[in-house]
């Protein structure tokens, strides 16, 4: 709320006017005002004053660049060449991340399709912004995803028996087995565990973020979003908190194409979600989401920035969303095949990178088979483990992690269940436990 400053002259008592002045015209025997040229508000924000009305209506066809590096053939945009320092080994190691994330989740995708795990969620086309991203921030960088994000721990060092045990539930499972496949976390690489309500990460992250700056950490805060979570009412808090509070975390949002069946035009009528920073008086840049090497490089300077004028920054990465929402869904029921072969043939981030390398002599098919079928036997080595190992011990699991010492009246009902289960043994079989 504005509180303005006043005048003790009740005409002016509103704000502070400024350039006022009466004269006698020479022309005319009247008096004419000359009014203010602009009001001084609160914190000294001036505004300027005109006598014209105008309506400011909103350009449709006007839209903030995305910034890219490589085109779709992985050639070299205009002006670019002398921003690509990259080395073979590191263009190699996002190459490859991508790579296994892929893999990954084709296989794990299989796995649910024949009722292995309950459910997954891929991150197909999207394995750019994933690492992309990730090779930009540092490990003390806390992370809050939402649930297309599992490249981003993946860079950190999550293991493939991580995620394959996160999916099947079983005791080596971090969380026990209480979130359902693709809910992961991890303490040590700084990732918080995802949860399935949409949004709730983003005003969390601009919490984590104000404490950081307090606590001096000389760490970012970066938060993970689709397109549809920014239409959700944390969003606007998120956003506002950050920027009034000078909060150094980085807002990305991956704009894919779809919530869930919704496609953009049925989302928002402004240009994207990177128009929406301007209001909040937030730093922004919009970047090509399919070319890996302008993710990290729009990444690692938003980063900077963040951390350097303790700001905010949103991203906003424009993608496409290859494959379904999730095991859930049928994504050919609201889009049309040839659009998603499309973007798979023609955009697809890996195959953008790939061809960058090949033009310098980086990569080769013999390399391509090569890592193909060593990250598919590695995946499916760690499937064949985590299947085979037990669920979670149950009658303990359900009780702790919630008080530091269990209460007595959580003794107690922990008691009550262990008897029950007793006396109806066929009922509760927990021989897989």
């Known amino acids: 709320m504005f509180t303005l400053k006043h005048f003790k002259t009740p005409a002016t008592r509103w704000c502070r006017l400024n350039s006022f002045k009466r004269y006698k015209s020479t022309q005319q025997n009247v008096n004419i005002n000359i009014w203010p040229s602009f009001g001084e508000y609160s914190e000294d924000v001036k505004v300027p004053f005109t006598n014209e009305m105008h309506l400011e209506i909103p350009d449709p066809d006007k839209h903030r660049p995305a910034y890219r590096i490589l085109d779709e053939n992985g050639n070299l945009c205009p002006d670019a060449k002398e921003e690509v320092d990259i080395k073979v080994n590191d263009a190699q190691s996002l190459y490859k991340k991508m790579v296994t994330l892929q893999i990954m989740d084709q296989v794990l995708y299989e796995a649910q399709r024949q009722g292995r795990i309950s459910f997954y969620m891929t991150t197909s086309g999207e394995e750019g912004v994933n690492i992309g991203s990730a090779s930009a921030l540092e490990l003390k ?3 809050f995803a939402q649930y297309r994000e599992a490249g981003v721990l993946l860079w950190r060092g999550f ?4 995620f394959i045990d996160q999916c099947f539930s079983n005791c080596g499972d971090p969380g026990k087995g209480r979130q359902m496949p693709i809910h992961y976390g991890s303490k040590e690489l700084n990732f918080q565990t995802i949860s399935s309500p949409l949004t ?3 005003p969390q992250a601009a919490g984590a973020a104000y404490a950081a700056k307090r606590m001096g950490t000389n760490a970012v805060v970066v938060t993970y979003f689709g397109e549809g979570a920014a239409s959700e009412g944390d969003f606007h808090p998120a956003m506002n908190f950050a920027a009034t509070l000078h909060c150094p975390v980085v807002f990305f949002c991956r704009n894919n194409g779809y919530a869930i069946s919704t496609p953009v035009k049925d989302q928002y009528a402004g240009d994207g979600i990177i128009s929406r920073a301007e209001g909040y008086g937030m730093a922004s840049i919009r970047v090509d989401g399919n070319c890996v090497l302008a993710v990290q490089k729009v990444t690692k300077m938003a980063r900077e920035y963040a951390l350097q004028n303790s700001k905010p920054v949103l991203i906003e990465a424009m993608s496409y969303r290859q494959g379904h929402h999730s095991t859930s869904d049928d994504s050919t029921r609201y889009r049309d095949i040839e659009e998603i072969e499309h973007w798979k043939n023609d955009c697809h981030p890996i195959t953008r990178l790939r061809k ?4 310098r002599h980086w990569w ?11 990250e598919r036997r590695l995946v499916l080595e760690a499937v064949r483990e985590g299947e085979d190992k037990a669920k979670p011990e149950p009658l303990t699991n ?3 992690d919630v008080y530091d010492t269990i209460p007595p009246h959580i003794m107690e009902q922990q008691h009550e269940l262990t008897e029950h289960m007793a006396l109806y043994p066929d009922d509760y079989n927990i021989d897989e436990h």
């Open 200 to 202: 709730t990460q983003v």
């Open 159 to 162: 293991t493939l028996q991580n």
């Open 364 to 374: 080769n098919n013999d390399l391509e088979k090569e890592l193909r079928a060593n």
């Open 356 to 359: 960058f390398m090949e033009d």
């Open 141 to 143: 960088d806390t992370i």
């Open 398 to 400: 359900l009780f702790e």
